[in-house]
C-alpha cells in the first residue's frame, strides 16, 4: 500500500510539473507591435452587375503604437483592375459610398475571364490579387412552399398549422460549383449595382445570420433542396418573396472559402472552446478578399 502512494505521489508530481512547463511559454508582444500594418482591400466581380466597387482599409495593430486609433477607409490610393495583367484602369473613388467604382461601360466583367487588382498608398506596401469569375449556368432554381399541420424543426414539435419554404435546384455534374443565396435589391438613395442589406463587399451575410454557402462536391448531378424559411404564418405566404429578388449565386473558391472561415471566426467569438481561425485571405502583401461570383434569379413562388 505504501509502495503504491509512492507512486501516485510521483505520477502527481510529473502531472504538476507538465502543467507548470506548459505555462512557462509567454507572448512576445514585441513581435505583435513589430508587425507592419498593411492594406486591406474587399472586392468581388459580378457580370449581372452594373459596377464594380472595391473597398480600400489598412489593418491596425492590437498593441503598441497605433493600437488606439481607427481604421479608416482610405480614398486617395490608386486601385486599378486589369483584365490581362497588363493594361490597367484605375477606379474612381465615390465619396457617397466609400467605395472605388469601376462602371460596365469603363471595365466590363465577363464569365469565365480572369481578373487581376492592385493598389497602392504612401507608406504601405503595393498590394495585389486576381480570381477568375465563374460561369452560372441554369439550373431550374425555384421555391417551394409545403403547407403542414403539424412538424418538427431542431427536436422541436410545431402544432400550428404553417407553411415552410424550400429552395430547390439541380447541380451541373460536369463542373464544380460553390453556391449561395442572396436577395438583391434597391435603396432610394443608391444604384442598383449596390447590394442590399449590405450584403456589398464586407461579408456576404445580411448581418443577422451568416450566409450559407456550400460545395456541390459529393453531389455532383443531384437535386439540392434546402430550407429557406419554417414555421411562417400562412397569411403571410405571398409576401415571402418578391419575384426576380433572391439569386442562386455561383461563387469562386476564394469567395467559398472566405464566406466559411468568417462564419467560422464567428462561431468561434462565441465560444471559449473553439480553437481561433484565420479568415481566408488572397491578397498579396495585404489582406481581404478579391473574388468573383455570377449570378441566376429564382423563380418566385408558384411559378
Known amino acids: 500500500m505504501k509502495q503504491s502512494n509512492n507512486i501516485i505521489r510521483l505520477i502527481g508530481l510529473l502531472w504538476i510539473g507538465l502543467l507548470l ?8 508582444i514585441r513581435d505583435i507591435n513589430d508587425e507592419t500594418p498593411k492594406l486591406v482591400l474587399y472586392g468581388r466581380l459580378c457580370p449581372q452587375l452594373d459596377s464594380t466597387c472595391i473597398v480600400l482599409s489598412h489593418s491596425k495593430l492590437m498593441y503598441g503604437q497605433g493600437s488606439d ?39 466590363p466583367i465577363e464569365e469565365g475571364k480572369t481578373y487581376f487588382v492592385r493598389a497602392s498608398y504612401p507608406g504601405y506596401e503595393d498590394i495585389t490579387a486576381s480570381c477568375t469569375v465563374p460561369f452560372s449556368h441554369e ?6 412552399t409545403v403547407f403542414v399541420d403539424h412538424d418538427t424543426h431542431d427536436g422541436a414539435v410545431c402544432n400550428t398549422p404553417h407553411c415552410d ?21 434597391r435603396l432610394e438613395d443608391y444604384p442598383d449595382e449596390f447590394w442590399n442589406r449590405q450584403w456589398a463587399l464586407e461579408s456576404l451575410s445580411d448581418g443577422d445570420t ?13 437535386e439540392i433542396r434546402l430550407l429557406k424559411d419554417k414555421q411562417l404564418p400562412l397569411e403571410d405566404d405571398e409576401q415571402e418573396f418578391v419575384p426576380c429578388t433572391y439569386y442562386l ?18 462561431d468561434y467569438l462565441n465560444s471559449l472552446l473553439l480553437e481561433p481561425l484565420h479568415t481566408y485571405n488572397n491578397i498579396q502583401n495585404g489582406y481581404g478578399l478579391f473574388g468573383a461570383f455570377s449570378m441566376k434569379p429564382i423563380s418566385s413562388l408558384g411559378n
Open 21 to 28: 512547463g506548459g505555462c512557462q511559454d509567454t507572448l512576445n
Open 69 to 107: 486609433g481607427y481604421i479608416r477607409i482610405i480614398p486617395d490610393a490608386v486601385v486599378e483592375l486589369s483584365s490581362d495583367g497588363e493594361h490597367w484602369v484605375q477606379g474612381q473613388f465615390d465619396n457617397h459610398c466609400k467605395k472605388y467604382v469601376f462602371h460596365k461601360q469603363e471595365f
Open 139 to 144: 439550373t431550374g432554381c425555384r421555391f417551394d
Open 165 to 185: 419554404v424550400y429552395v430547390q435546384w439541380r447541380d451541373d455534374p460536369t463542373s464544380e460549383d460553390y453556391y449561395a443565396l442572396a436577395f438583391y435589391g
Open 210 to 222: 451568416w450566409m450559407e454557402t456550400l460545395s456541390d462536391e459529393g453531389r455532383n448531378g443531384q
Open 249 to 266: 449565386l455561383f461563387l469562386d473558391k476564394n469567395c467559398f472559402l472566405y464566406e466559411n472561415t468568417w462564419t467560422d471566426s464567428q
